[in-house]
């Protein structure tokens, strides 16, 4: 069940989160915690200065002040997923020590809102412009499909009606 996080430096960003003992692919590793809030952003100056909380869906948040989720860092091909709203999963085999990191427009609705900085994750498909869920291809969707939020799935969904979802329509959302 819950995993013993910490935080140390990260190659990707200031701090990250790491995780002392080997990880399992499907393994709950933790709940995001913090505070609830309502925030709808009118602007893309407001929407990116809010640091890192994690939609529930386009106006509840999660914010997890200073807490250890605070330094869970974006990756375009990310070792864990959020799934329901709140619960980190993993999505494939974690090494002992490696950092823990998630893609941060699958839990992000909103439209005003980018990355401050252009993403440096250094994976093979990198997006460098990190932006809410509905600028997402239909092959990173369905990359990292079923892990979604529910939400945030539904949404794709409807926002993309000129996306095929026919292989998703008998699939169990999670
Ligand atoms: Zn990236």
């Given at each position: 069940?819950?995993?013993?996080?910490?935080?140390?430096?990260?190659?990707?960003?200031?701090?990250?989160?790491?995780?002392?003992?080997?990880?399992?692919?499907?393994?709950?590793?933790?709940?995001?915690?913090?505070?609830?809030?309502?925030f709808k952003s009118k602007s893309s100056n407001e929407a990116s200065s809010?640091?890192?909380?994690?939609?529930?869906?386009?106006?509840?948040?999660?914010?997890?002040?200073?807490?250890?989720?605070?330094?869970?860092?974006?990756?375009?091909?990310p070792n864990t997923a959020i799934i329901g709203t709140k619960k980190v999963v993993a999505r494939r085999d974690i090494p002992a020590g490696t950092e823990l990191t998630f893609d941060y427009s699958f839990t992000d609705a909103d439209i005003n809102w980018t990355l401050s900085d252009s993403c440096?994750?250094?994976?093979?498909?990198?997006?460098?412009?990190?932006?809410?869920?509905?600028n997402l291809s239909p092959a990173t969707v369905k990359a990292h499909y079923p892990l979604i939020p529910k939400y945030f799935l539904n949404l794709y969904i409807k926002s993309r009606p000129d996306v095929i979802i026919d292989e998703w329509k008998n699939k169990k959302l999670v």
């Open positions: 069940m819950k995993k013993n996080l910490h935080v140390g430096k990260s190659d990707i960003h200031g701090k990250g989160i790491f995780c002392s003992t080997d990880i399992k692919k499907g393994e709950h590793i933790a709940f995001i915690s913090g505070t609830l809030k309502r809010i640091p890192t909380w994690y939609g529930i869906n386009k106006s509840t948040w999660i914010d997890p002040g200073k807490g250890i989720f605070s330094f869970f860092n974006h990756s375009c091909d440096t994750c250094g994976s093979k498909n990198c997006r460098k412009i990190i932006r809410s869920i509905q």
